[in-house]
């Protein structure tokens, strides 16, 4: 799988940066792209000590566009405590 190869594929070359955690082109989510590349090589430490990573995706529109790892809503899949 090439979302945690170590190496950046080609086609992340020509990412944008997203500044909603979507396609910048078509608002598509980030769980309808066709390529998913996670920058684990270089994290990134907050004022907070936490490391974020660049999330690089291939929207089906052809749009690439990359987003912090940080910005990624809450899914829906994790319980939550009310």
Not at 20 to 42: D, G, L, T, Y
């Amino acid at each position: 799988m090439e979302a945690f190869s170590p190496f950046p594929p080609q086609w992340t070359e020509s990412a944008i940066h997203a500044l909603e955690f979507c396609c910048p082109s078509c608002k598509a989510s980030s769980m309808e792209a066709k390529r998913v590349w996670i920058n684990r090589q270089a994290p990134v430490t907050t004022e907070d000590y936490r490391r974020k990573w660049q999330e690089f995706y291939q929207c089906h529109c052809s749009t690439v566009w990359w987003a912090w790892s940080t910005d990624r809503p809450p899914s829906d899949l994790v319980k939550r405590d009310i």
